[in-house]
């Protein structure tokens, strides 16, 4: 049997067992993800949102009181379904209200703390703690709204669905914004389809493939890499700080900002370990603060922009009629990525070594290259008339048709005016 001291640095944590267990959730969540498109759709986002609150409530209850490794699997699958639904629909719910400005990341600080508890019971409250976040999901989502436009597209009550945007707009002049809603939903209806042969359609093109592109390729950044080492602090001032400041310069900026620091961070992070550390022992200190330091600024880059962009952007590019199906696909590419990329790393760090941060580094190049030839700005742009906004690209306006399904007749002479003032992050 070999000693700790004979395994390679990048080997330690090679284990099936783990990847299997870490994995479970993204196969529960990605199946659950399709059956919530409908829920979604037939039913509104609240509903749904209350079935992923519940189901998250379960898995963490059976994941803290598991007695076997069947029961900790059983108890993330159930974590997964909850995932898988909530994905679904606190997008859609916070693209047609208002989303919040700050998302607070503490799983590394309960890890943390409970890893020190020597009773042997550390494992079991981590696992517990999830079910504070699925507490106050499912309380909250009991006294949440339905949106507007799912009040509009389910019940057709006007009335309610403004009263509604004059709450949530805090002003009175919603007309022209319900308006928009109303010939969103109206369209819908109009159109005998089926949301997921619909989104396939030509039309539907660059939706489609924003839908599969942009989780995909968060997936691929490499942040799993860096997770092993991450400090929280800077990922949650990136996060912040895209809230802040994504309505104001654009998601593209943030996107080709967030890749070029990402990039360098990566390429000499590798370099640095690639030259100092080797399969056994360590590196020197002066190396270890470097490594620190560009962690820092790599994840502070993913947590200005593929972090909070890979879910907002897909959440408002699709019009109403294939807005289900197409979060439903962002939701699945996200869970079936991550599952690969959970089921492969561990392996591709023990033999790629130090050259698994040029592997992702590669993808980052292309991710970035992608975002400035294809994905078009959708800075202040409301989400009814997200549709109009292809017809002016370079290159999906060789696709789309003018004044067809999702696309609109114009575009405004300025953003929002006489219309909607936000589009997803309302400042």
Same mark, same amino acid.
């Given at each position: ?28 969540? $990605? ?48 974590? +997964?379904?909850? #995932?898988?639904?909530?994905? @679904? ?41 999830? /079910? ?8 909250? /989502? ?6 507007? !436009? ?18 949530? &707009? ?8 319900? /308006? ?24 539907? &093109? ?11 390729? @968060? @997936? *691929? ?18 996060? *912040? ?10 998601? &593209?900026?943030?996107? $080709? ?20 550390? +080797?399969?056994?022992? +360590? ?47 962002? #939701? ?6 991550? =599952? ?16 698994? =941060? ?56 300025? =953003? ?6 936000? !589009?997803?992050?309302?400042?």
């Amino acid at each position: 049997m070999k000693q700790d001291t004979e395994v390679s640095n990048y080997c330690k944590f090679d284990s099936q067992l783990l990847t299997s267990f870490t994995s479970s959730l993204y196969v529960a969540g $990605l199946v659950a993800s399709f059956f919530a498109s409908w829920l979604t759709k037939s039913r509104g986002r609240k509903p749904s949102i209350l079935l992923g609150g519940g189901a998250f409530l379960a898995g963490a209850a059976l994941g803290g009181a598991a007695s076997n490794v069947y029961m900790l699997i059983f108890g993330r699958v159930l974590l +997964g379904v909850g #995932v898988g639904f909530a994905n @679904q629909a606190v997008p859609l719910y916070l693209s047609e209200m208002a989303p919040p400005r700050y998302r607070v990341l503490a799983a590394n600080l309960i890890n943390f703390g409970t890893e020190k508890i020597r009773s042997g019971y550390g494992w079991r409250i981590s696992l517990s703690m999830a /079910a504070v976040p699925a507490a106050i999901l499912t309380v909250g /989502a009991i006294f949440l709204p339905e949106t507007p !436009s799912s009040l509009i597209q389910l019940t057709n009550d006007k009335d309610r669905a403004r009263r509604l945007l004059q709450r949530v &707009r805090g002003t009175s002049e919603v007309q022209s914004e319900l /308006a928009d809603l109303i010939e969103a939903s109206e369209l819908s209806k109009s159109i005998d389809h089926n949301p997921f042969r619909k989104i396939l359609e030509a039309n539907y &093109r660059p939706q489609l493939v924003m839908a599969v592109a942009i989780p995909f390729f @968060q @997936q *691929v950044t490499g942040i799993n890499v860096i997770a092993f080492y991450a400090p929280l602090l800077f990922r949650t001032i990136g996060m *912040v700080l895209s809230m802040v400041i994504v309505d104001r310069v654009g998601r &593209r900026p943030l996107f $080709l900002v967030g890749g070029v620091l990402m990039l360098v961070s990566q390429v000499l992070v590798g370099a640095i370990m690639a030259a100092e550390l +080797g399969d056994h022992g +360590g590196i020197g200190k002066r190396y270890a603060v470097a490594v620190i330091v560009l962690i820092g600024f790599y994840v502070a880059g993913f947590g200005v922009s593929w972090g909070p962009l890979g879910w907002l952007v897909p959440s408002e590019i699709f019009p109403l009629e294939i807005r289900s199906a197409g979060q439903s696909i962002v #939701v699945a590419v996200s869970f079936l990525f991550t =599952f690969v990329v959970a089921q492969t790393f561990l392996s591709m760090l023990c033999h790629l070594k130090a050259g698994i =941060f040029f592997f992702f580094g590669g993808w980052v190049v292309v991710m970035t290259v992608f975002v400035y030839l294809l994905l078009p700005e959708t800075k202040g742009l409301p989400i009814e008339k997200m549709g109009d906004v292809w017809r002016e690209h370079w290159f999906w306006n060789r696709v789309v048709v003018v004044g067809g399904p999702g696309v609109g007749e114009h575009l405004p002479a300025k =953003f929002g005016e006489g219309g909607s003032q936000s !589009s997803v992050v309302d400042l």
